[in-house]
């Protein structure tokens, strides 16, 4: 009986790779890599050389046992966007949030910029880097936000900050 030989089509290869994915992550306890950026997270942590987080929340990935946060852009330069941020009922609340579980958690925030589904550029910054910057920020902005249909907080690194105390990996 002569073998039939199909050619595979673009769809067929795509969902291949999606249901391979999934089945790495799923043996790997790593989550849904379809799931908002966690596959970016898990692609970061093989590049950068570290643990990927085995839950969905908190730390993005651990590099020497410590927890890392991860911010990825497809935009032509690198940033950091700190969304959803809740607000706390006074600002030494929300200031100890921002240290104890936010920002200083992390002793490393990464920011990493994406083109063409390739991680094409990396940097550091200290998570005390990152607070001494987002602090005044999302401060300016904690007296109005509440009066906002989504009351929830967020700031952003820049890249000119990125460039200015950041630490180039990739």
Known sequence: MA????????????????????????EMGWGDPHSYARGKEIYAACVLG?????????ADAYSNGDPIEYKSTTDKNCKGSYTGISVKSTWQEQDKYLKDEKIL?????????????????SWKMSGQQVYNLLMPKIKSKYTTQSSKADPRLSATITWSEIKKYGTKVI
């Open 105 to 121: 958690k992390y002793p490393w925030h990464f920011y990493n910029r994406f083109d063409k589904g390739k991680m094409v550029e």
């Open 3 to 26: 073998l039939t030989i199909r050619k595979c089509t673009k769809q067929q290869e795509f969902y291949k790779a999606f249901e391979k994915l999934s089945a790495i992550c799923g």
């Open 50 to 58: 570290h643990t990927v987080s085995q839950t969905l929340s908190g």
